[in-house]
């Protein structure tokens, strides 16, 4: 079970114009219930599923914006997004070729990848305890998916560099953090956090619970019988449960990755820390906002860009 980690890079202004709720009303009837019905059948059988669809939708959105770029598959003269370091462990790509087959069936060449991925996010943290929120569509495909335009920075990023990042996409350090909250049904790999580890440092971390700690030394220590790095659930109480238990625990030192813990620290962050953890609505309605906005960072809509009958290829040309 991947991590899911909400930091990125590239300084691209927003785009809102030609976005609506209900874009596929007339062209495509059915299509968000038919990408609610395939998002309701893998939750049942797999509920991370929506740490995977966040990572994979903040992931996408924070390189060339909202456009499936992070969806192309590889070819011989090209390494796409997904081919890279920071991307390596993103999952639900087969989830997303189930969704597009089913609207293939039903309206061809009229729902965009990008769409499905902003859908598919929204289904699954409803499912999860989340907020239902309403989210417009109507964006294109993207024409490019290039490995060398994936600059994510790491779990390590300081507070005030990860604010920056998020302002220079239009996003507040309050959407920063609250954006962060995802983590609520995350998990990491031991590869992430390990420098944090008093197996590592040779003593307990000052900003980590030494039970913690210790719980932790355990976990990365034991070697899996399948190979697969140990992983640790970011929110260790209610893990696969969308609330705000991640914020309190944050502000108990139990925060796994730096950036999380340093969220409880920095006096810039510390303050939406605290208000979103006594308030678990406040924390919802915020977290539908930044969402919303989110979708709508650098979208490709109109003529631009194209509309994938197979969301892991380009179409082809004439």
């Given at each position: 079970m991947p991590m899911i980690i909400i930091l990125f890079f590239l300084v691209i202004p927003l785009a809102f114009a030609d976005l609506q709720v209900g874009f596929y009303k007339s062209s495509c009837p059915k299509a968000e219930s038919i990408v609610q019905q395939?998002?309701?059948?893998?939750?049942?059988?797999?509920?991370?599923?929506?740490?995977?669809?966040?990572?994979?939708?903040?992931?996408?959105?924070?390189?060339?914006?909202?456009?499936?770029?992070?969806?192309?598959?590889?070819?011989?003269?090209?390494?796409s997004e997904k081919n890279t370091t920071a991307n390596a462990s993103v999952r639900g790509y087969d989830l997303i070729d189930d969704v597009k087959q089913s609207l293939e069936s039903a309206c061809s060449s009229t729902v965009s990848c990008a769409d499905i991925i902003t859908l598919a996010t929204r289904d699954a943290v409803a499912l999860s305890g989340g907020p239902k929120y309403i989210v417009p569509t109507g964006r294109r495909d993207g024409l490019v998916s290039n490995s060398n335009e994936v600059n994510l920075p790491g779990p390590g990023t300081p507070v005030p560099a990860a604010s920056r990042i998020f302002q220079s996409k239009g996003m507040t350090t309050e959407e920063m953090v609250t954006l962060l909250g995802a983590h609520t049904v995350g998990v990491a790999h031991c590869g992430f956090f390990f420098g944090r580890l008093s197996s590592f440092r040779g003593q307990v971390d000052p900003t980590m619970d030494p039970a913690l700690d210790a719980k932790l030394v355990k976990l990365c220590n034991t070697t899996s019988s399948s190979g697969v790095e140990p992983s640790a659930f970011l929110d260790q109480n209610t893990s696969f449960t969308f609330d705000n238990v991640f914020y309190k625990q944050i502000l108990l030192k139990k925060g796994i990755l730096q950036i999380d813990q340093q969220l409880a620290i920095d006096k810039s962050t510390r303050g939406f820390v605290s208000g979103f953890a006594s308030n678990g609505d406040k924390f919802q309605k915020s977290f539908a906002d930044a969402m919303i906005k989110l979708g709508k960072i650098e979208v490709l809509v109109g003529n631009d860009g194209e509309i994938r009958k197979n969301c892991r290829v380009f179409n082809k040309r004439n």
């Open positions: 395939v998002v309701q059948k893998r939750f049942n059988s797999d509920k991370s599923i929506t740490a995977a669809l966040l990572r994979m939708h903040f992931h996408d959105c924070f390189v060339r914006g909202c456009d499936a770029s992070i969806l192309i598959d590889s070819t011989n003269g090209n390494t």
